[in-house]
């Protein structure tokens, strides 16, 4: 699904990053190949399988790595696949539309 054509649209955070710390965040999106949930910092391109846990960086992916075939938006609905009781902070896609758009890509 190409998200940047829904204008107001939600995206999702697990916190900041642990690399660019306040200037980045961490964003849960979904593989397109795999439909694997992703968390992905726009800002500094890293990718992890699963959300960071604070500053510790034991693995370190790229969006390209995770998701070679580009990534979609996960709307609230299919975020209740992620383990319960995980906070998800609202961020307006507009935020990071610049920083996202060149990976949102259709199946």
Excluded: K
């Excluded at 054509?5 to 916190?15: I, T």
């Excluded at 075939?69 to 996960?74: A, D, E, K, Q």
Aim: glycine residues 8%; contains cysteine.
């Amino acid at each position: 699904m190409a998200s940047s054509e829904s204008p107001g649209r939600l995206l999702y955070s697990v916190g900041d990053c642990p690399v660019c710390a306040d200037s980045g965040v961490v964003l849960v999106v979904r593989a397109n190949t795999t439909g694997a949930f992703i968390f992905f910092c726009p800002a500094c391109g890293v990718a992890w399988l699963r959300p960071p846990s604070g500053n510790q960086l034991d693995d370190v992916d790229s969006l390209s790595e995770l998701a070679p075939t580009g990534i979609s938006l996960p709307n609230r609905r299919e975020l209740a696949e992620l383990e319960h009781g995980r906070v998800l902070r609202e961020i307006p896609y507009d935020d990071w539309q610049a920083d996202l758009n060149p990976h949102l890509r259709q199946q």
